[in-house]
């Protein structure tokens, strides 16, 4: 039977397809199958996988695992490994922080992210300070002259905000810092964080890797061998680890993550254009903008622009027209989340835990594949009906 390994590298477009298949063997299934069991036998002598209890490991997760460490681009000896959420992969990586290390850390990012932060601080286990991770020169002044851990999360969630993700790890590592990239917003596919100089990536698997807003999972991804083997000590002993159903639905969205990521980025991309051209709409945050303060730094190093954007709208300092212009969408679903393959609209600042650096009416909406006429009728409709 033939080998399915290539003899060049393939393009990120046909590992999400090809990679983490069985054994090209007589019968066998074209897709790995779920693996419904928590031990697995043994009797001294381990298996070829020496798997011995599914909290260890599991082969459920391991093509997931296989096609997320090919597409960041993880060196021999690395790898990837699958967590429960989003959460426990970031809680893994600043598990890593000796207690009373220094992180440096975007102010601006992912809410929970920031959460988990600030309760380290107050619990005395880190000492954290929050920067504008935009701002390099404000990122080289906090590391000073030693941190522990340099957290980035680029573009972040949900300004938008563009990180010099060369300059900062650069820093980072000047500093004697691990450097650690949540490229939830990017996918692997738009942004490899590994190759522009950071020691760890973090995804929320929840969001455009599975595609479908029907499965909770995160993964991390590392070319250190010896980073790779903490975390997976890590998620053992501490237990979060994802279901092989779960694991089993991410990778079957990761299938066509390719086709979605075009899709989505080049109607986040019109419709930011669109959006930013209505009188209504006082300010668009999206990298593929030319005037987007992070539109230079996004081509440099990205290939697309994501396919979340952010919107303000004019006389909107409380939110209520933000609130106003959410009641009146009809295809647009108002819900938290991002990246599945519906179109989900939501005021951040309603949750409680969100930083107070996000605009009040600020609007996050993330672009799905359904057609960009049906998208932006219902923007249209609904801005127009703000008095
Ligand atoms: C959603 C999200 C997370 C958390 O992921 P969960 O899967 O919800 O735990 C982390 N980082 C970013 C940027 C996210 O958008």
Redesign the pocket.
């Known amino acids: 039977m033939a080998d399915s390994r290539p003899e060049r590298p393939w393009a990120p477009a046909t590992t999400v397809v090809a990679a983490g298949r069985p054994p090209r063997t007589p019968d066998a299934p074209v897709n790995p199958p779920l693996v419904f069991s928590s031990t697995f036998v043994g009797a001294g002598t381990p298996g070829p996988q020496d798997r011995t209890y599914a909290r260890s490991a599991n082969a459920s997760w391991e093509p997931l695992e296989e096609v997320l460490a090919t597409l960041e681009g993880a060196r021999e000896g690395g790898g990837a490994l699958a967590f429960a959420?989003?959460?426990?992969a970031?809680s893994a990586v600043a598990a890593l922080v000796p207690v009373g290390g220094r992180v440096v850390a975007p102010r601006s990012?992912?809410n929970?992210?920031v959460e988990l932060l600030e309760q380290l601080q107050a619990e005395g286990r880190a000492q954290v300070s929050f920067v504008d991770v935009a701002d390099t020169q404000e990122v080289v002044d906090a590391l000073g002259d030693g941190a522990d851990l340099l957290w980035l999360?680029s573009p972040t969630?949900p300004l938008l905000e563009v990180a010099d993700l060369v300059a900062c790890a650069e820093a980072g590592h000047r500093a004697g810092a691990l450097v650690a990239v949540?490229g939830?917003?990017a996918t692997p596919l738009v942004q490899q964080p590994l190759a522009l100089g950071a020691d760890v990536v973090v995804h929320?698997?929840?969001?455009l890797l599975s595609g479908h807003s029907d499965v909770?999972?995160?993964a991390v991804a590392t070319s250190d061998p010896a980073v790779l083997q903490r975390l997976s000590t890590h998620r053992r002993v501490h237990g979060a680890i994802p279901g092989p159903f779960e694991a089993w639905l991410a990778l079957r969205g990761v299938r066509t993550l390719a086709l979605r990521v075009e899709r989505t980025g080049a109607t986040a991309a019109d419709l930011a254009r669109r959006l930013d051209a209505s009188p209504a709409v006082d300010r668009v945050r999206h990298p593929s903008l030319p005037a987007d303060p992070g539109h230079e730094r996004a081509r440099a190093q990205m290939r697309g622009f994501g396919s979340v954007l952010s919107i303000e709208l004019v006389g909107d300092d409380d939110g209520a027209r933000a609130s106003a212009l959410v009641d009146a969408l009809r295809l647009w679903t108002p819900a938290t989340?991002?990246g599945g393959v519906e179109s989900l609209v939501e005021r951040r600042r309603r949750h409680a835990n969100e930083p107070t650096t996000t605009p009040r009416g600020l609007l996050r909406l993330s672009v799905g594949v359904e057609d960009v006429e049906d998208l932006w009728a219902d923007l249209e409709q609904a801005l127009a009906g703000l008095e």
């Not at 959420?85 to 426990?88: F, P, R, T, V």
């Open positions: 959420s989003g959460m426990a970031v990012s992912y929970t992210s999360e969630n949540d939830t917003f929320s698997v929840t969001k909770l999972l995160g989340s991002l």
